[in-house]
């Protein structure tokens, strides 16, 4: 069974499971009413011990579906209105440049702005670890706050600890879109 977590807990997935190499990270929700024809994104950033991404290709997205160490693989299902819509992040953990030592999952809507959108739009909101050999899930975080004004949220990180890894549930929302997380993240 899965641990159930809370915004902010913290989850040794080395501890949990310490022969595991891969884990696949699934971000879901379910959209309604005007929110069902925008386009949501997941993206993970891929952070060194600057908090900064090493180059362009440790930005995991839509566009760029695979980092360059081979490590992270997204996978993005079509959108589905009336069922729950999921990004899935493949990782193989021995496989990670070493330089990563974080990676940060977060969520945006597409022209939020221009359409009007925001994240009161969107239910059922979670980030979950699972074993990617056996589809065993370890942790769940249920995003359970009402983002009225936020368009982008950070659902989790994922990073290193004293050689272990660890993922923390976020559900830290913006009024922002994905380029914020791209300045924050890129810039120098």
């Known amino acids: 069974m899965a641990v159930q977590l809370t915004k902010g807990d913290r989850f040794n997935i080395s501890q949990t499971a310490p022969d595991l190499k891969k884990v696949a990270i699934a971000l879901g929700w379910q959209v309604r009413d005007a929110a069902e024809n925008s386009e949501i994104d997941a993206s993970a950033f ?19 579906s695979r980092s360059p160490d081979g490590a992270v693989l997204q996978s993005v299902p079509q959108p589905r209105p009336d069922r729950e819509n999921k990004s899935l ?10 330089a990563i030592q974080e990676m940060v999952f977060v969520v945006t809507i597409h022209e939020a702005e221009k359409f009007n959108l925001n994240f009161s739009k969107i239910d059922k909101a979670f980030i979950k670890i699972c074993d990617l050999d056996t589809l065993t899930d370890l942790a769940r ?5 009402k983002f009225s004004q936020e368009t982008a949220l950070e659902f989790g990180r994922l990073y290193r600890k004293n050689g272990e890894w660890r993922f923390q549930a976020v ?4 009024q922002a879109g994905l380029q914020s997380f791209v300045d924050k993240y890129c810039g120098s």
């Open 89 to 98: 992040f493949g990782i193989i953990l021995d496989q990670i440049d070493p």
């Open 171 to 174: 559900g830290q929302g913006y």
């Open 46 to 64: 891929m952070l060194d011990a600057d908090g900064k991404i090493p180059n362009d290709n440790y930005f995991v997205f839509y566009n760029n």
């Open 141 to 145: 975080y249920e995003l359970t706050d």
